[in-house]
């Protein structure tokens, strides 16, 4: 509940977790980056979406096929 995308991003990336969501029409018309991130989870191959972290903001490819 209420889990942020920079979370949920790492969270996929480490744990490779089956996400479920439950009522996202109530949320994710406000959260186009969220939203855009779990419509691209849908197939392996192209399941990647790049953030910068760090101090450096060093480009960061993460994987988030759930």
């Given at each position: 509940?209420?889990i942020?995308t920079?979370?949920l991003?790492r969270?996929?990336?480490?744990y490779q977790?089956t996400?479920?969501?439950d009522e ?8 186009e980056?969220?939203r855009?991130v779990?419509?691209v ?13 760090g ?11 759930g």
């Amino acid at each position: 509940m209420n889990i942020t995308t920079a979370v949920l991003l790492r969270v996929v990336e480490k744990y490779q977790p089956t996400v479920l969501v439950d009522e996202g029409d109530t949320f994710l018309t406000e959260n186009e980056e969220l939203r855009g991130v779990l419509n691209v989870g849908h197939n392996r191959l192209t399941a990647y979406v790049w953030r910068t972290v760090g101090d450096d903001l060093e480009p960061k490819r993460f994987r988030v096929h759930g």
